[in-house]
């Protein structure tokens, strides 16, 4: 009985929306995640109050679960939004924002939360569809012939995060590297369905970026340099290895009763012998490479390196997958039967590769392998662990690519773009729309223009310097100016769009975001094949962003009442 | 943060943060209070029954009806959760009271039935406790004598609802079967059959109509379509050959865990069903690449490596001269024992082999001796698959699943179309399909993918879903409740009025008979109600021959009547005018084509049925909802029921019946004993065994 805790009522809110500090809670967290977007955005420190270590950062990945909140409202937003991100690594922030001021400004508008609501989903449709169409006016197709397209979106990708503190040099270089170690996981011939294969990632720190580089084959820890002389030897043809997942420890295995051992009875060399045994075998088969996950008994070991094998132990579970891709060999743990010739596999060189104080074995595979291995070198710890987060979303984004060969124009002139497609396409069948919505005209534009100041304004967060943020009103992109730039002057300063893809021109209008401006149907442009775009989005990664967005300022405007479990 | 206190209870509005403590057990319950021995008592009025009602419709009412939302709740664990659902609500609040707690009680064991209606039943709940309130303190049962004012007024409010629901259980169903029934439509299972047939043709429309009111109400207005849409297409796609409705679902509601997978991270248009099985469990070996068909596939339930030693028994390793003894063994090298573990392991996959197995399905952790003598014989395991799943399994696939690898048969393998990694959401499962067999040429077995942003909405989709298929199933069962006949009613015209309070078992009369139809749907949106209310009245005036008392059953049926009022009345709160138009119409509606049942009693309800029955074999167009009651339909009837969905009879009758055995039962509590356990007085110790049951719940 005095285990019995009694539980505490809960706490209740009624009508949460219309509650002050609810909303300026909301409103708080819109601003911080405002200032962290794109390539100049803000970073961010976080420190526990244990005295744990500093992060730098402006990733959603990691900036949102170290925000922790009593809100029920903010956890359900930050829930939605890392759930997204495990899946599609990138549009975190852009995920995030939209929701935020998707719901500011339904409660600006003032409309009942069932209309905002569906006016909401009816405006996700148009745009979705849009997005799918083949004309979209804010999509190209990637063009896997050339690794053009691919490094641009893997450099839009990493130059948006500047907490990675990379200069232009070397934000290219590693988004070369994230190109070719993406390239090297895709298999070359293999007919039926494709599996990809995987990139193995190791950091160095105290190394310049430009260090940083990508091998095909797998890069093994080797802990201590005995038998490295024997490398030279060992260039020859391909050979043999063999993996072992059982521990080679010689201890006991699990019999299932109680095991009573007689003085004179010495188990433990009963059990080096059945293993030195299995190294008889293993050496008449002429294994050169012998790599266990677990432990391997030391005489075991010496009796192995006697015989010019090299010997790798506590592999961990991590590598054996690639392991067992790379070279082909069925991981061994029995101890006792003959191991079968099916079960070894091939490795057909290897080097030692030295990065700072890490001492490396390179296994390099017989034939095609889609396993290949990233060192990734960089001046700190703190930038660095941020670079491998970075990486590692890029390399998610480009295997996106391979479902859905497309990208969003990026520096804002999708969100402008989309917003402008919006604006006119609510006007056609107004009264349709209306009757169907079960709302009122009003109502509707009231909505209409909610949603698209909200994509307008995650445009308008990419600037953070005080600039301007534009919009052209021919196609629809986005331009941003520094602050002290006259409006007169506009069309002689500003060069190209945020993505690159349209000129300035004497003859172009602008408009500031945000501002009223009349609807008008953005033109397509005329794609001119010199002219590349010079930053894209995951195309993937931002249509379900959009849709995650919608859906969970939906969820939050829907809500009534909050009921919050004290215990 | 303000106490709930004893004034009344503001219905909408209101705001700001409130501690949920129920009615507060101060005031004048406090005054009142006296000390029986060493216990704490506190004497329950009528108004505190009610309050403590109303605070729950309170909370309830937030995320009642179309235009209600949801309510945003943490766990404990500080999860954030979104529900509409009544019981999930109630079951947040972490109700103190006892009263309170005992209500919820009641609401989870209804709603554990029916899947439906928690939030409909708190409403009737209060709204009947007003009335009983306002009749008892018009006129308190002064005839006997009582000390106290309350005390009578307590007296007369518990022999009302002890009429209501003698009433209830009595004459209700005949009532509804009179008065409401013959508007609304039977659910044919064909509906189903036809869709399977013809997969553009919407010919399902009332299921998926029913369905699309209750999700509608679970989830909101936005995706109640697309889900009740996902829930027709996997009940066509489980649909038995010959079998009945309420075995489908029953199944399906049994295997639900099994045949749903919750992704989060994605918007929920995303779900989807897919077919065949999914395990939600990853291989433990590389997965095959075989391409050959079929894949077979055994499920083992223990360990494939077989246990040299079972839990009592010693391994004794001696020097080799000993002789053995007994529950012992003896031998001098223990590697000895080892390989032969190893190489009966060997045997057992290379009898796996001979019958070309090559998935298993283990539901234990396998050693690492397994795994890798499994990988070399091209053999993929799939470990720790949950026993739901596996007997999921084993229906579909016709295969047993077997407990000792040496005694492996014929019949313990099954033969898959395929089976491989499927990818949902963060983590990879194995997906398997079956081989058609002849017994379930019509079943498509198929699994569905519930998408949400967050594990919160997956869940909260996840029991949307499966409270649906209790929802139908119990629409379809058949309720075996006891019709009293016509001519026994005029026999016995005041019988209701001598009924006494425990008698409330209703007497078998010989003429038994299943009034409502299995799968009777009404129009959404308050039909039922003002349906009931209607029938209720008339029901009232004919039957008032003598009896004008408060007790007297016309003032039963009329109190019963104007409290289901309030359950229209807050589904169209945000405008009265909208609730008078929809009660007019219907009113009109019933005048136009006026039943004939009051007159024709006994040969109308034949009718009926049988008109019943004649419908539910052709497929029901929306426009042709109630023509089989009355002839022929006008245009306005057609309108108002085409903009509505639809709910079930059943569910309704049950509901009403429930809040009435609530009310009864909590009105028939007139003290509250908070018992103390008292850990610093042993000597009471035998005393605080019996009453540490009473700790968590009111005495009733």
Redesign the interface.
Known sequence: MSRLVKKSPSLCTDLPLDNTGICNSLHLLRQLLRSCIGPTGRLKQVHNNIGGHVITTSTSSVLLPAISSSQPFINLIKTSILNHVSRFSDCGLFAAILCLSLIEQAKQSGLRGNVATSVNKHLLGLCTSYLQQQDCGCKVKLDFCSSQSLITLARSIISSKPACVLTEREALHISKLAVQAFLLTVPCNSPGIVSLGKIVTVSVEGHSVLNSAVFPGLLVDMPDVFCLNKVENLHSNPMRMVLFSASLAGDLSDLGGIIEVHPGVDTDSQILDQLLKLGQQVVKDEVKLFICQKVIHPVLQQYLRSHGIMVIERLGITLMEPLTQLTGSQPVATLHTTIPAKAYGKVRDLSIKQFGSKTMLHLQPPGDSAICTMILCHRNETMLSELKVVCQKTEHVLRLTLREPSALLGGGCTETHLAAYVRHKSMDKVTETVSVLGCSQTEYLRGVEGFCRSLESLAAALEHDGGNSLMDLTHAHHWSHPADVMEERMEDSSGFCGCGLVESSTNQKWTYLNTKYPQFSPAPLFRVPTVQPRVLDSFTAKLNALQVAVETANLALDVRYVIQDMN | ?SRLTGTPFPYRG?????????PERAGEAEENSESVGMLPMEHLHLEHVLQTVCVLES?VL??FGP??????????T???M?SRSGTR?LT?????HPLARMVVECVLKHSTVTGDGSKTFILLLASLLRMIQKTACKEPNVSHTYNSRETAEASTARHLADKMLAFALEELDDIIAMGVVPYGCCLSWEDFTAKTQLPTCPINHCVQKLLASFFHSRL???HCDFISNLTCEMLTHWKFKSDLPSSLLQFVNDNFSALHTPV??????CSRLIEGQVIHRDFAT?CPQA?HQPVKAVVVTGCLQP?????????????GEQGREEN?RKE????Q???W???SL?CVIAKLQSLGVSVLLSAVKQ???V???A??ADMCIVECVSEDELSLFAQLSGATPVSDCWMIEPEHVAALTFCRPILL??HRYVHVAFHDSEERITVKPCSLVICG?????TDQYACAFQDAIRMLLSTWEPIDITATTASKKTLQPNKSTCLHVDNQIVKASPFQQCVLEPGCVIPAGGTFEFLLNHALLQHGSSCSISDDTIMGAPAVSQLFANALLSVPRNIYFYSLRRFLQTQTRLLSFIQNHSHPFSHVYKQEHNTIVVQGRGKSECPLEEGKLINHCCGETDVSSQVFMSDSGLESVSCKYQLLVAVLQCVSSLLHVDTVLHTH?A?HTPSRRLADISW?GTEDEAED
């Not at chain 2, 235009?67 to 404990?76: C, H, I, N, P, S």
């Not at chain 2, 947040?92 to 103190?96: Q, T």
């Not at chain 2, 246990?307 to 020097?319: D, F, P, T």
């Open positions: 943060m209101g705001g700001g943060g409130e501690k949920m403590t129920g909370v937030r995320s235009e209600g939302g949801q309510v945003l709740f943490t766990r404990d500080g999860q954030a979104l609500i947040a609040l972490r109700l103190e909101g207005r936005t989060s991270g994605f918007p929920i248009s590389p391409d246990k040299l030693l079972s839990a009592g028994e010693v391994l004794v390793l001696g020097s012992s001098s090298s223990i590697v024992f080892t390989a573990a190893e190489r060997e050693s690492a001796a795994l890798a003598l990988a070399q959401g963060a942003p967050g594990e919160g909405q356990t850990l540490e």
